[in-house]
């Protein structure tokens, strides 16, 4: 029986879990395993709309016994764990298993053959836009997001640092919200979005759209002091272009980090500088040694945007191939 261990539950690793659930039956003898540290499913996209709106953050948290169809649970399992190694030359991995509470369970770590393995790791961002990198449970998300609420709430200026999908998102959500707010994009490149490949009409439209609600705009400059994260105390600070902005309320949403320490372990060579999984084009890691060993989304070096639609669409497409390959084995 093949049997295809999915590390990671965000977007692209539940894509190829669900998409594996919908082409294959008990029949076709293939056992799928996705290793998650989490109970829930985390909606990031809608995290800008929970930072002014209590009632949406219960949205964010999806069951992840709700992702799977009952037909396919006899052979599609998530399993909560944290995956700490993919033992070279082995077809094995070794993982800590995670308790109900939330907390990794005491003991040796536990080690788990596969036949083929899905490197789904995605990125870290600023909590609360994602998770914590290190906690596993609902409650601490939650508790960072009631806090960015309460602050933004309270604050009479905003400093939004990043012109990038989530700062305008995030910018217009608060100003819609509390129209009498002063809220302020800081953005170092020239252009808003500026890593989305979309048309300068659309651009417009959004200056347009943000300078209608009085969402401020800083293109070209920077923060001459690096922010480690949000920050909830009243600053004034200055960019490289010597422009001052004065805010209660500083919240980080540029750039995110790929999660790639498992193959940094494995093959540090199979890493990019910029810390992305290298991948051929069918999502394999690019080396001859590891062709069933595949990577997908934020954590990968696939030229697809870094986004979550395209995440899923990646995840649908290896789940459908690695279907075709499962019962080419299950034939041979």
Not at 232 to 261: M, N, Y
Not at 287 to 313: F, H, T, V
Request: positive net charge.
């Amino acid at each position: 029986m093949p049997r295809i261990l999915i590390v990671g539950g965000g977007p692209a690793g539940i894509a190829v879990a669900q998409t594996l659930a919908a082409d294959l039956t008990a029949k076709d003898d293939t056992e799928v395993i996705v290793l998650e540290k989490s109970k829930y499913f985390y909606h990031a996209v809608g995290t800008p709309r929970a930072v002014v709106d209590a009632n949406y953050t219960k949205k964010l948290f999806v069951p992840y016994v709700s992702v799977i169809p009952p037909s396919a649970k006899a052979f599609v399992k998530i399993q909560r764990a944290v995956v700490t190694r993919i033992v070279p030359g082995a077809n094995e991995i070794e993982y800590a298993p995670i308790g109900e509470d939330g907390d990794m369970l005491a003991g040796p770590v536990k080690s788990m053959p596969y036949d083929y393995l899905v490197v789904a790791t995605g990125s870290t961002y600023t909590v609360p836009i994602k998770q914590p990198k290190n906690n596993f449970k609902r409650s601490t998300t939650e508790a960072k997001l009631a806090e960015v609420r309460e602050q933004v709430k309270a604050a009479n200026s905003v400093l939004i640092v990043g012109g990038g999908a989530v700062g305008v998102e995030v910018a217009g959500e608060i100003k819609a919200k509390y129209p009498s707010k002063t809220v302020t994009i800081l953005e170092g490149k020239d252009k808003l979005v500026a890593n989305d490949d979309v048309r300068d009409k659309f651009r417009i439209k959004l200056s347009t759209y943000l300078k209608r609600l009085g969402v401020k705009v800083v293109l070209g400059e920077r923060l001459t002091e690096r922010l480690a994260g949000n920050n909830f105390e009243k600053r004034t600070l200055r960019t490289d272009k010597g422009t001052e902005i004065e805010s209660d309320v500083q919240l980080l949403c540029g750039g995110f980090s790929p999660t790639t320490e498992l193959i940094q372990k494995l093959d540090a060579s199979l890493v990019t500088a910029e810390g992305f999984i290298k991948v051929n084009s069918k999502l394999q890691l690019d080396s001859n040694q590891y062709s069933n060993i595949y990577a997908l989304g934020d954590a990968s070096n696939s030229p697809a945007p870094k986004r979550m639609y395209y995440a899923g669409l990646q995840g649908k497409h290896l789940g459908a191939e690695l279907a075709l390959v499962a019962r080419k084995t299950q034939s041979n």
